[in-house]
T-cell receptor
Framework: GENVEQHPSTLSVQEGDSAVIKCTYS??????FPWYKQELGKGPQLIID?????GEKKDQRIAVTLNKTAKHFSLHITETQPEDSAVYFC???????????FGSGTQLTVLP | EAGVTQFPSHSVIEKGQTVTLRCDPI?????LYWYRRVMGKEIKFLLH????????ESGMPNNRFLAERTGGTYSTLKVQPAELEDSGVYFC???????????FGSGTRLTVV
């Protein structure tokens, strides 16, 4: 089955700096890669996603890049703000399956 | 549009007792999923319903877990009897047909003591 590894597990940045979270996946049949943000007491919320036929996608301060050859994808947050502090999860969906395989999460702290 | 609703939000039970978690998906979403996060680890898949049918239950840990989805609407996840290792946060999510866009509920934090 699919295996997703996520790094780092914790990340602290100064407000206004950029943050990068990286994930690798094992199944070359995976074709959908979402990123979720989880705030305290809430469920994971989809913030951006990318499909395997696209190399990069951007939405305001958030961008995701995908390298299919190397089987890794990354989340980039620019101009970080304190409200970006949360746990971020990457995930992958393999082929015709619909279940998400998650990474272990990254606790992002943006210091004012 | 109402989101995915889960209740209770918290449950503390003793080992050996029974607990039932409930999930109300977004109206019209045929796909309903249960996931679990244990001890700060990754969120893991439990099972997937399409309407009232179990499409994939490969993530269910053992036969102490029973999931149902009545009439393709709300779903329940029963743990009987509960063990200490069942503690964690149980998430429900739903999505429309042909769309990967999951919407998650806020989760039920289950503590077995």
């Amino acid at each position: 089955g699919e295996n997703v590894e996520q790094h780092p597990s914790t990340l602290s940045v100064q407000e206004g700096d950029s943050a990068v979270i990286k994930c690798t996946y094992s199944d070359s049949a995976s074709n959908y890669f979402p990123w979720y943000k989880q705030e305290l007491g809430k469920g994971p919320q989809l913030i951006i996603d990318i499909r395997s036929n696209v190399g990069e996608k951007k939405d305001q301060r958030i961008a995701v890049t995908l390298n299919k050859t190397a089987k890794h994808f990354s989340l980039h947050i620019t101009e970080t703000q304190p409200e970006d502090s949360a746990v971020y999860f990457c995930a992958a969906v393999s082929g015709s399956a619909r279940q998400l395989t998650f990474g272990s999460g990254t606790q992002l702290t943006v210091l004012p | 549009e109402a989101g995915v609703t889960q209740f209770p939000s918290h449950s503390v039970i003793e080992k050996g007792q029974t607990v039932t978690l409930r999930c109300d998906p977004i109206s019209g979403h045929d796909n309903l999923y249960w996931y679990r996060r244990v001890m700060g680890k990754e969120i893991k898949f439990l099972l997937h319903f399409v309407k009232e049918s179990k499409q994939d239950e490969s993530g269910m840990p053992n036969n102490r877990f029973l999931a149902e989805r009545t009439g393709g609407t709300y779903s329940t996840l029963k743990v009987q009897p509960a063990e200490l290792e069942d503690s964690g946060v149980y998430f429900c999510a739903s999505s429309p047909t042909g769309n990967y866009g999951y919407t998650f509920g806020s989760g039920t934090r289950l503590t077995v003591v």
